[in-house]
């Protein structure tokens, strides 16, 4: 029998023995089941914890899934309003350009066959308003309203007035005329103002295009460009290099397209970009439709008024 200890408690009433063999295995025993107990809930804890956080995270998945297609939904309305936006603001230009062109053709109609009201019979410029114009006022003139021709060398390959589109191969009333150009030739300003708007990237009919708003109503358009080296709100003098010509928009070839507008009438750019001092007075007679005679008027007294 192998050696054990025993221990032996005696009081008044009685004695007792313990086996310490006995005591250990029974608290080895209590601890066991103790961290059986603590494992167990932990077990449970961490299982009850992670079905929670896969529940909020469902949740959490859910609601973003739900807003990203709300967003999207807004996304695809807000495309819709756009394109909507776009085909609208395109339709209103195109109808202010037919009305425009209808004008112009009513009004080149008119002067054909005589039909003239009093007052633009009147507006005819006189011979007294003629004789006051000096030296200084014909090159202020000549300055800030369009003259000359936009390019070097100047070539017209297309009129202005109603012709077949090269493109759409549609009768359309043509607003300008096209000037020959190679790609990359320098085009030049006609007259002082200020660009009213530059386009640089190539889109819509005009592709990359600059106008500039000049004194007394006058309006220039220069299209079809390679490239814009103006920006809108630019001052721009009479000659400056404000892009290179290029094919941009809607065009068959490299070509330089040219308008002029006087308010809202627009003009055929022909008499004005051969608008010289040689040639000075022809203006007068061949471009009706700009009331000189107030024009003129307006000037001599603003150049009276800054004289010393």
Do not use: C
């Amino acid at each position: 029998m192998k050696d054990r200890l025993i221990i032996t408690i005696s009081d008044v009433h009685s004695t007792k023995a313990f086996n310490v063999h006995q005591i250990i295995k029974q608290v080895i025993l209590v601890i066991a089941l103790i961290v059986l107990l603590i494992m167990g809930g932990a077990f449970w804890f961490i299982s009850e914890l992670n079905h929670r956080m896969d529940t909020l995270k469902e949740q959490k998945e859910k609601e973003i899934d739900l807003k990203e297609k709300e967003i999207t939904v807004l996304v695809e309305k807000e495309k819709k309003l756009q394109a909507q936006n776009q085909f609208y603001s395109l339709q209103i230009k195109g109808k202010v350009r037919d009305i425009e062109a209808l004008s112009s053709k009513l009004d080149h109609i008119e002067e054909m066959i005589g039909l003239r009201n009093d007052n633009e019979k009147k507006e005819q410029i006189t011979q007294e308003t003629l004789k006051s114009i000096n030296d200084k006022i014909k090159m202020f003139m000549l300055t800030t309203i369009p003259s000359g021709s936009p390019l070097k060398e100047t070539t017209v390959t297309s009129r202005f007035g109603y012709r077949i589109h090269p493109v759409t191969k549609k009768k359309k009333f043509h607003r300008g005329i096209d000037l020959r150009a190679k790609r990359k030739t320098e085009v030049f300003a006609t007259a002082d103002g200020v660009v009213s708007f530059a386009r640089s990237s190539d889109y819509g009919d005009f592709g990359r295009v600059i106008k500039i708003r000049h004194n007394f109503g006058f309006e220039t358009v220069y299209a079809h460009l390679n490239k814009t080296l103006v920006k809108t709100g630019d001052i721009i003098r009479k000659n400056q290099v404000i892009g290179l010509s290029g094919n941009s928009g809607r065009s068959t070839a490299p070509h330089l397209h040219y308008e002029l507008k006087y308010g809202e009438k627009i003009l055929n750019p022909r008499e004005f970009i051969k608008w010289q001092l040689g040639n000075y007075y022809g203006i007068f007679k061949k471009e009706r439709r700009v009331q000189w005679e107030s024009l003129v008027r307006l000037i001599n007294e603003q150049s009276k008024m800054v004289q010393p």
